[in-house]
């Protein structure tokens, strides 16, 4: 439980005992799935980690921190950075989230 950094998404939905996790920082590589504003003057987000799943990780942002989040597409690279608030059966809830767009390359 130590390394929860190295965990992917999908494996903290996989634990028996999810509440261990509450609390841990996480510094995650996800996808943009969308958003919306959800109280004045915040974004909430949501991440998927694969585009086949079907749990995704949920974000709440200042949206004038990230003029960038207007521009987002679905699938975009983002890294996400927060402490896990909460697990439920589809969701995983980060606060303190930090976010970090991510360029695509092609080589």
Do not use: C
Request: aromatic share 10%; charged share 25%; hydrophobic share 45%.
């Amino acid at each position: 439980m130590d390394d929860v950094q190295a965990l992917e998404p999908s494996e903290v939905f996989a634990a028996r005992r999810k509440s261990a996790y509450f609390g841990h920082e996480v510094d995650w590589a996800l996808r943009f799935v969308g958003g919306q504003e959800a109280l004045p003057g915040y974004a909430r987000l949501l991440f998927r980690s694969r585009p086949s799943d079907l749990t995704y990780v949920a974000v709440d942002v200042p949206a004038a921190e990230y003029p960038w989040l207007s521009l987002m597409r679905q699938g975009e690279p983002v890294q996400v950075h927060g402490r896990i608030a909460s697990i439920d059966k589809m969701s995983i809830e980060l606060k303190d989230a930090r976010l970090l767009q991510l360029v695509k390359t092609s080589l």
